[in-house]
DNA sequence: CGCTAAACTGAAGTATCCTTCAGTTTGGTG
DNA sequence: CACCAAACTGAAGGATACTTCAGTTTAGCG
């Protein structure tokens, strides 16, 4: 393609000017990103909406590949630290608690910007393909495995790693669709979630007992 | 960009040859995307593997973005009437059993193709932003959602609108997870999807109850 | 066989985009 | 204040890509 063997390595940031440039040159292109997508996003374009030239950019980025996928570092930092941070200050609650309180996390870190979310989901899953959902989800899931971990006594016959795998992925999945059909806000979501994740692991074997055991009053 | 208004219809195929060109084209698009990604998706590429030129592509489509579509379409259709048909074949089943059948035929019709369902995923995603999730899911979900009204009996005390959502997308969620890290085969994860869907029906309101009603030993 | 419409071809025109680098401006420092 | 390195500029070179259309080939038919 474009990208030909680079040969030099990009400068880093010394003066705090330049530190300043770079932070601008990747708030430019996520708001770009948002508003034009991959296909509409330019270096060009980066650096008009950024204040700066074109080649400013190529002193500190490979080209906009790489400042898509800083941005998209950062914002997987910023959720997974999230996460991580609940995990930890919730330990010592019982498994139900815990869950419903990481959700909540989850749900008000996603929240700040849906739509960033999505470009950048979008974006990444084009330019690095399975490999892209294989790394992002794999630090999730091995956090959630641990976390169930703590709780093994509560989880006897329940398969972790399995578990970690599709309740991340199931939450991950109906959070992406929850922005994209602008539903995040609905307070209903949570309790879904939470019912979502509790359900899976209180293992309804093969049988529903729904109408059964469980009293749930008719009206 | 380059798509100025277009001022003529493209042409319908009228005979039996054009009609294979057509699927030719529409084969080709679907290869190229899976190799090189839509980034990648070229024109010319697209008429060079089809064995044809690129006038022709022309005649038929307004250019890749409406190939990819229709690719899609027939994609999503595909899966759409395997899970319908299903939904019709086990009517008169139990719930836990029908949507255990359900997500069996769903695993099925998505393993045929996986790379090109994620591929097809991603472009779609950019090339439509979250119009296109709106658009491919509320079919599905609302299948979902007369299904369970079926079973409404059973379900008393579920909102069956949210359910449908929340679950069609959690499938979705693990789905797509499981094409990336190849999971597709696993024989445990038609299990754990149908523990997942029947476990949010199921309804573990918010206590555990895991092993044995296990009164949540301390620790 | 001869004719018409459908189908097909592919070189050419136009539009961007990417990326570099020689030159200019600015910050820090003795 | 003078100087060096860091930071920044932006026009220009190079590479495709998209799309059209005038011309050629082919299918169907009387």
Same mark, same amino acid.
């Given at each position: ?85 609940? =995990?930890?200050? &919730?330990?010592? +609650? /019982?498994?139900?608690?815990? #869950? $419903?309180?990481?959700? %909540?996390?989850? !749900? ?62 199931a939450?991950d999945g109906v959070?992406?669709? =929850?922005?994209? &059909?602008?539903? +995040? /806000?609905?307070?209903?979501? #949570? $309790?879904?979630?939470? %019912?979502?994740? !509790? ?21």
């Amino acid at each position: 393609m474009y990208a030909k063997a680079r040969e030099f390595q990009r400068k880093a940031p010394r003066q705090a000017r330049a530190r300043a440039t770079v932070e601008v040159l990747l708030e430019a292109t996520a708001q770009v990103l948002v508003e034009r997508g991959y296909a509409g996003l330019t270096t060009t374009r980066i650096a008009e909406r950024a204040g700066v030239s074109v080649g400013t950019l190529y002193q500190y980025f490979e080209g906009k590949a790489e400042l898509v996928r800083t941005v998209h570092q950062r914002q997987v930092a910023r959720a997974f630290d999230a996460l991580a941070h609940k =995990a930890l200050s &919730t330990e010592a +609650l /019982a498994i139900a608690e815990r #869950i $419903e309180q990481m959700l %909540r996390a989850l !749900l008000e870190v996603k929240s700040a910007r849906p739509s960033l979310s999505m470009a950048l989901h979008a974006t990444m899953l084009e330019l690095d393909g399975p490999a892209y959902l294989e790394r992002t989800i794999s630090q999730t899931q091995s956090l959630v495995g641990s976390v169930l971990e703590n709780h093994a006594d509560d989880l006897r016959g329940v398969d972790l790693d399995l578990a970690a795998f599709v309740l991340t992925n199931a939450v991950d999945g109906v959070i992406e669709a =929850a922005i994209a &059909t602008d539903r +995040l /806000a609905d307070p209903h979501l #949570i $309790e879904a979630l939470t %019912r979502l994740v !509790l359900g899976y692991l209180d293992g309804a074997s093969a049988k529903l007992r729904v109408s059964g055991s469980n009293a749930t009053s008719p009206g």
